[in-house]
């Protein structure tokens, strides 16, 4: 019988953004771009016992792993390569692969799994300017920025706005370690200042454990409930219901990959104890259950000894 609890497996502070079925279908549809898109993403700190092994031509996508941190290794066909801090991978898709966190200094990444139809080309551009081994590159704060403009701007919604922009940067990400030399290191990123409606957000997200309705979060921002529903759908995208309920899957989805709670316990963690409404909204987001998510995602992980 298939347990619910990762027995051994924790990276504290990690973050994963998963994308619904729905959602990777609308990128592939998208023009701009259909070439390239992200699947999932993430950090895995300190990811102790972190592991995975994918059979020849079990999924479509590019897998970036690039350590900041620690030490671990990859496994491609009879080559095996380690990963120390500063240095990154591209996996190509449908390659049988392995990879995982070394034991005495467990590698921090930030990962990311890259769908389209040219995804298959990203590998072959890395050869043209490398070597067969680990990309090595050194520290870049424009690059990490890079990085969290992706995540930060998918961990708020899956609009149409979004997805274009966060994957308008992946090719820039991608060409930092494609040619690493031609890369600016500065930072060109300015602070934005916050608005009243990303003090609504910042207010869910601290609370996306607790039941609170449109009109707490409406009267903690000192607006009216209605104008502040008409506000907020307008510049996201999304009800502020519909939002709130975003993120506590996804933040069920980082739980799911960085603790050891069970699929019940996950539930009552982001503030739902019926476990068979936490099952359907779930479901609902994502296109499958958290059980099938756990078998397809985080299973594999379990192999490694």
Request: proline content about 5%; aromatic content about 14%; charged content about 20%.
């Amino acid at each position: 019988m298939q347990q619910d609890r990762q027995t051994d497996i924790s990276y504290e502070g990690g973050q994963v953004v998963a994308f619904p079925k729905k959602i990777l279908s609308k990128c592939s549809r998208l023009p701009l771009i259909q070439r390239l898109y992200i699947n999932r993403m993430g950090i895995f700190p300190h990811a102790v016992n972190h592991y995975y092994k994918r059979e020849a031509g079990q999924v479509s996508y590019a897998v970036l792993l690039y350590c900041f941190d620690g030490e671990g290794w990859i496994i491609l066909g009879k080559k095996k390569f380690i990963l120390k801090a500063g240095d990154a991978y591209i996996i190509p898709p449908f390659s049988a692969h392995s990879y995982g966190a070394a034991d005495k200094s467990p590698w921090s990444i930030f990962w990311v799994h890259i769908a389209g139809s040219g995804a298959g080309e990203i590998a072959d551009a890395v050869k043209i300017t490398q070597k067969d081994a680990p990309i090595h590159t050194v520290y870049s704060e424009e690059r990490n920025n890079l990085f969290n403009q992706m995540l930060k701007t998918l961990s708020n919604g899956f609009s149409v706005a979004n997805l274009l922009y966060a994957n308008l940067i992946l090719p820039n990400y991608l060409g930092s370690f494609i040619c690493p030399a031609s890369f600016n290191s500065f930072s060109t990123t300015s602070p934005i200042e916050e608005n009243i409606l990303n003090e609504a957000v910042l207010f869910m997200k601290k609370n996306v454990e607790q039941k609170i309705t449109v009109e707490v979060v409406a009267k903690h921002i000192g607006m009216s409930p209605s104008f502040f529903f008409k506000q907020f759908k307008k510049h996201t995208g999304y009800s502020p219901v519909a939002y709130f309920n975003f993120l506590k899957i996804q933040k069920a989805i980082q739980l799911i990959h960085t603790t050891q709670y069970n699929i019940s316990e996950v539930g009552s963690k982001i503030g739902i104890d019926d476990p068979y409404y936490f099952s359907r909204l779930f479901k609902k987001q994502m296109g499958i259950s958290p059980r099938q998510y756990i078998n397809e995602f985080i299973l594999p992980s379990r192999t490694y000894q």
